[in-house]
């Protein structure tokens, strides 16, 4: 189901867009998503372990989850800030003029991009408390809402950058609900993650203004 939920949306704009709009997706979503998941995979292995060893100790594991996830915020937040801000330049200066639109779509799905990284690395805990099934079934409403979707944008709005717009969002409170599943599953206050992110905003906005001031001059 979960490689589903990757490929289906390239099939989908092939199909009711053009293939070079499904190309230009895809090659979007593979540009960040291969650094992501290095980082991602890397972290989310140590967590398996040593959540895995938490529950058969039977501590408790709200405080490791909160850790990792709080890792994940502090190494997401810039990279993605600036992906919503200059991903078509980014795309432009790195992979050629030709792939600016690719940038575009990066930019449109940076949230939603942001939420897949910093929760990626404690999906694992489904497995760990023995919730497959609740990860198979979240995941199966992803692939549906994502493909309905899709196919709406295809016939009705015959946008491609509205039907982003409203594929990422979509898949942004997904991200969340899941978020929450393993919330209330560890007992995990979301009280403290979201002000270690408003920090982390805090932190990245004196990088970020000048950076937005520039492309709103020279554009």
């Known amino acids: ?10 099939i989908l704009l092939t199909a009711f867009f053009s293939p070079a709009i499904g190309g230009l997706y895809a090659k979007a979503l593979y540009f960040l998503q291969v650094p992501s998941q290095i980082i ?11 959540s895995a060893t938490a529950k058969a100790e039977g501590r408790n594991l709200a405080g490791l989850v909160e ?14 800030a600036l992906l919503s801000i ?3 330049e980014l795309f432009g200066l790195f992979l050629g003029a030709r792939w600016t639109e690719a940038g575009v779509y990066a930019q449109i799905l940076a949230p939603q991009l942001f939420i ?16 497959q099934e609740l990860n ?29 717009f409203i594929f990422m969002g979509a898949n942004v409170l997904m991200g969340l609900w899941r978020l929450y599943l393993l919330m209330r599953a560890t007992k ?6 979201i002000a270690h992110f408003l920090r982390c905003v805090v932190y990245v906005v004196p990088s970020i203004i000048p950076i937005a001031a520039m492309k709103w001059w020279f554009c």
Do not use: Y
């Open 116 to 131: 897949v990284f910093s929760v990626g690395s404690i999906i694992s805990l489904f497995g760990t408390l023995g919730k």
């Open 86 to 88: 200059i991903g078509p």
């Open 1 to 10: 189901v979960q490689q589903l939920c990757v490929h289906a949306p390239i």
């Open 67 to 80: 850790a990792v996830f709080n890792r994940m915020i502090t190494l997401g937040t810039l990279p993605f």
């Open 188 to 193: 995990f206050s979301a009280r403290r993650p």
């Open 136 to 164: 198979l079934t979240s995941n199966s409403l992803t692939l549906r809402l994502r493909v309905g979707i899709l196919v709406w944008g295809g016939l009705v709005l015959r946008d491609v950058r509205l039907t982003l």
């Open 40 to 50: 991602g995979q890397s972290v989310g292995q140590v967590f398996l372990q040593e």
